[in-house]
Nanobody, 113 residues
Framework: VQLVESGGGLVQAGGSLRLSCRPS????????MAWYHQAPGKQREEVAS???????NYADSVKGRFTISRDNAKSMVYLQMNSLSPEDTAVYFC????????WGKGTLVTVSS
């Protein structure tokens, strides 16, 4: 399984970005998918996750600002990020959860103040 993230970039505080994740190999439709982020000098932490049926969970720090979604027909997972702040600056990773977790290489999000 190989996951490819896209959509990162530089945005001003208060702005929005939408991250996308697709598998270049393997399937994701039957799996729980998650987005993690890792800020400089910090550990990776889960931002949001979504079950195969669409149930979602969010970290407290992003509730009300970020929305995770998926399109199983297209094998895509998205993370809509609104009201971004400099504290959201991090590399964002897409993860397929299962007996073994598969990680993408990440996409960098930089929020300027």
């Amino acid at each position: 399984v190989q996951l490819v993230e896209s959509g990162g970039g530089l945005v001003q505080a208060g702005g929005s970005l939408r991250l996308s994740c697709r598998p270049s190999r393997g399937l994701i439709s039957s799996y729980r998918m998650a987005w993690y982020h890792q800020a400089p000098g910090k550990q990776r932490e889960e931002v949001a996750s979504i079950s195969s049926g669409g149930d979602t969970n969010y970290a407290d720090s992003v509730k009300g600002r970020f929305t995770i979604s998926r399109d199983n027909a297209k094998s895509m997972v998205y993370l809509q990020m609104n009201s971004l702040s400099p504290e959201d600056t991090a590399v964002y990773f897409c993860v397929r959860r299962g007996a073994r977790d598969y990680w993408g290489k990440g996409t960098l999000v930089t929020v300027s103040s």
